[in-house]
C-alpha cells in the first residue's frame, strides 16, 4: 500500500498527556492534595532500574510526591510485605509499585495482592483486573494497555466494529489489551493470539488493527500484515549493536522495515508505546489521589 506510513509518536502524546498532569498536580496541590507514588525496587536489575528512575524523574517534573524504595537483592518476602503494608498505611502516598521482575524468591503475586488495590497504580491487583472485566471506571487499567488504547485514540484511529488481534496474552499487556479493545470504549472484534495459535501470518491478515506484545525482535513481518492495516508494537527487545556506545540497540517486534511499506499507520520503537506507559502511570496516579482524597 502507502510507501510513507503515519508514524504515530508516542512521544508527542505522552507530552501532551503529561502536560494535562501538570496541570491537575498543580490544581490537587493547591487544594492539599498533592498526589504520592512510592516505587520499590528490589535488587538491581540494570533495566529495572532506568525504568525506576525515569518514573520517580517524571513524577519530580510533574510536582507529584515520589518515593523511590531500593532494596537489595536478599530482601525476604516478609520484608517485602512490610514495606508494602506501611506504604498503604502511608497518608502521603496513593500510588504504589513494585517493580517487575523481583528476584526469583519473591513470590510477586503474593506482593500485588499486598498493595491497597486503592493505591494499586500498576492495575495488577485481582479487584482491579475484575473492575476492568467489569468496566468499572473506578478501577485502575495497565499503564501499557491504556497508554495503546491512547495512541489510537489521538491518531483518530477509529476501533469500533474493526478486526483487532492481539498477539500475547500476558496480564500486563495482552489481556488487559484485548478487554479494552472489545469493551465499549473500543468496540472491536477482538482475537488473541499467543505461542499455541496455529497459522499465526493467517490469523493475522484479517486484522484492521496488530497489537503486537510478544516479546520477540522483529516477530511480526509484512506477510502478517494486510494492506492498510494499523499496527502497535509493544515489544522493547535489547538487540547487541557494536556501533552504539551502550552496545545494544532497542527494537520492537515488529519489523518496521517490511511493514511500514504495507500498514496505513504504525508505533516507532523507541517512541511509540514507551513513553506512554509512564504518562498513564502518572494519570493513574492523580485518579488515585482524587479518589482517595475524594475531589
Ligand atoms: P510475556 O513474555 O509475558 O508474554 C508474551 C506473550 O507472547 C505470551 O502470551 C506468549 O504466548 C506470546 N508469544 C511468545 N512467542 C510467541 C509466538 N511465537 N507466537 C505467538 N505468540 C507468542 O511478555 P509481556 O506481555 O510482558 O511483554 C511483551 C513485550 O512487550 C516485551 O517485548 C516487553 O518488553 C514489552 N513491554 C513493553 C512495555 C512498554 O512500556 N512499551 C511494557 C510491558 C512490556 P504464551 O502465553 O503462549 O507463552
Do not use: W
Amino acid at each position: 500500500m502507502s510507501d510513507s506510513p503515519k508514524i504515530i509518536d508516542g512521544k508527542a502524546t505522552a507530552k501532551a498527556v503529561l502536560e494535562q498532569c501538570r496541570v491537575e498536580v498543580a490544581e490537587l496541590t493547591t487544594q492539599g492534595l498533592r498526589p504520592g507514588l512510592a516505587v520499590v525496587l528490589v535488587g538491581s536489575d540494570p533495566a529495572s532500574q532506568v525504568y525506576v528512575g525515569s518514573k520517580t524523574r517524571t513524577c519530580e517534573d510533574l510536582g507529584i510526591y515520589s518515593e523511590k524504595i531500593e532494596l537489595p537483592t536478599e530482601t525476604t518476602q516478609d520484608e517485602l510485605l512490610e514495606v508494602v503494608r506501611s506504604l498503604n498505611e502511608n497518608p502521603a502516598i496513593h500510588g504504589i509499585l513494585v517493580q517487575s521482575p523481583p528476584p526469583p524468591h519473591i513470590d510477586e503475586d503474593a506482593v500485588v495482592r499486598a498493595i491497597d488495590p486503592a493505591k494499586d497504580v500498576d492495575g495488577f491487583h485481582p479487584e482491579n483486573v475484575a473492575k476492568l472485566a467489569l468496566e468499572d471506571p473506578s478501577g485502575f487499567i495497565p499503564c501499557t494497555p491504556n497508554g495503546c488504547m491512547e495512541l489510537l485514540k489521538t491518531a483518530g484511529i477509529e476501533t469500533s466494529g474493526k478486526e483487532a488481534v492481539v498477539i500475547g496474552r500476558s496480564m500486563i499487556v495482552g489481556k488487559p489489551m484485548a478487554l479494552l479493545l472489545m469493551g465499549r470504549e473500543g468496540n472491536a472484534t477482538v482475537t488473541i493470539a499467543h505461542s499455541r495459535t496455529r497459522d499465526l501470518a493467517t490469523v493475522c491478515q484479517r486484522a484492521d488493527i496488530i497489537i503486537a506484545a510478544i516479546g520477540k525482535p522483529d516477530f511480526v513481518t509484512a506477510d502478517f500484515v494486510k494492506n492498510g492495516a494499523v499496527i502497535i508494537d509493544v515489544g522493547i527487545n535489547r538487540i547487541p549493536d557494536s556501533s552504539k556506545k551502550s552496545g545494544f540497540r532497542l527494537t520492537g517486534d515488529v519489523d518496521f522495515q517490511s511493514v511500514s511499506k504495507k500498514c496505513s499507520a504504525i508505533t516507532p520503537v523507541p517512541g511509540g508505546v514507551g513513553p506512554m506507559t509512564i504518562a498513564m502511570l502518572m494519570k493513574n496516579t492523580i485518579k488515585a489521589a482524587r479518589q482517595i482524597g475524594n475531589v
